[in-house]
């Protein structure tokens, strides 16, 4: 494991939120890939025991430049993927070097920064691979973002010759056991009062609720003090759950409902529309509970609840009330149903609601660091939800 042969390496991979990165291996003189995605997209370079790179050109400034677009194949036609702009940086050629490798070792984090797999590759193309037929775009972050959107718009035109140009990057052996159990020892407060102050997690998962909550909280403790967060509350009344999280301050209360759907090789091997409706339903489970909460707040002055052996109460009088579904993931085609049901729930419960993806969350709690900055954009773009019909799409460029 990367994590215990090179532990100085682990604030290296905590600085990168999303994506791919090279690390130079100085004892062998060699080049690391770190890939730190989602774990479906894990998984489904375990169960492909492969990954994908596609060189997609993008014209600017009257040159051609290039994006890395790296798959992982739940799914044939709609692989997940994460694009990478291709710079004159360090980066940029320690990439091409990578791609003109034969053999070279690939270590896979969540978005927690733990670290799940890591094998051996070899990739079949390095001999037809000449990067001094590749330009790099130049060392900007307004380059950046061109070359992100104009690589997202190439693949998802992209041809069937251009698939058979991939570079396919095969698994040769693993260097570390591929079914880790990981045990999270470190404490934290407020969340383990109903059992031991011990939490675990896999791969694949059977039953995914449990999993995600608590990688839900890892995230939120980027942004908020960890005392303010609990995880799982539980109503006074029936003793039954109030909100999956609920971020509780001073001036507001964030209630958050999370959606999530099991992680196994036959998850991910459902069609696209499969996909899609599995999310809808979920999307709908998840505004009926948060429906439901803000009933309950609502009931009497102070917000009481369960947690462990006690019974919180927390004035609701003159706080901000804020209210999130994270969902598995998001599908572009279908923002504007999600926006009209959560926008709907908002209109009738009179309340701040808004929905993200699990990827979603993951980047605005890497980009926003404090409550203040997090809400902002929360709020204007339930503003702008609120006149236009369908809550407007956020990139940070930060």
Known sequence: MLTIRYPHLMQHVRDLHHGISTIANDKEGTLLLIIKVPKEAVL???AKQRIGFYLAPCRMNGETYHGLV???????????????????????????DLLSSESFDIH????NNRELLGYRSQNTKFAEFDKGQYKL?????????????????WFMR?????????????????????????????????????GPPVSHSTLERLEPGSFQEMDIVKL???????????????????????????????????????????????????????????????LDKAIDQ????????????????HFGEDIFEIETHDKVIRNLIVIQETFINEWESYSERVLGLGKEMNSSCYVMGYPELVTWTAKLSTPEKFFDPFDSIIEEGKETGIFPSITFYN
């Open 220 to 282: 939120l403790q980027k942004v908020f003090h960890e005392d303010s967060i609990f995880l799982n509350p539980l109503r006074t009344d029936n003793n039954e759950e109030f909100v999956d999280v609920l971020v509780a301050s001073d001036e507001y209360l964030l209630l958050i409902q999370a959606k999530d759907s099991p992680n196994t090789e036959k998850s991910l091997d459902r069609t696209l529309k499969r996909k899609i409706s599995t999310v809808s339903k979920a």
């Open 290 to 305: 948060t429906r439901g909460a803000i009933k309950y707040l609502r009931r009497g002055e102070n917000l009481q609840f």
């Open 70 to 96: 790296t798959t992982y194949e739940d799914d044939e036609l709609n692989p997940l993927m994460v694009v990478t702009p291709l710079l004159d940086d360090e980066m940029g050629h320690s990439i091409f």
């Open 44 to 46: 489904a370079a375990k």
């Open 108 to 111: 896979f984090f969540d978005d």
């Open 158 to 194: 992209r041809s069937l010759q251009d698939d058979k140009n991939s570079i396919k990057v095969n698994f040769l052996e693993p260097l570390m056991i591929e079914d880790l159990f990981i045990l999270d020892a470190v404490p934290m407060n407020n969340l383990f009062q109903k």
């Open 137 to 153: 775009a130049p060392s900007s972050l307004e380059a950046a973002y061109e070359i992100r959107d104009l690589t997202n718009h």
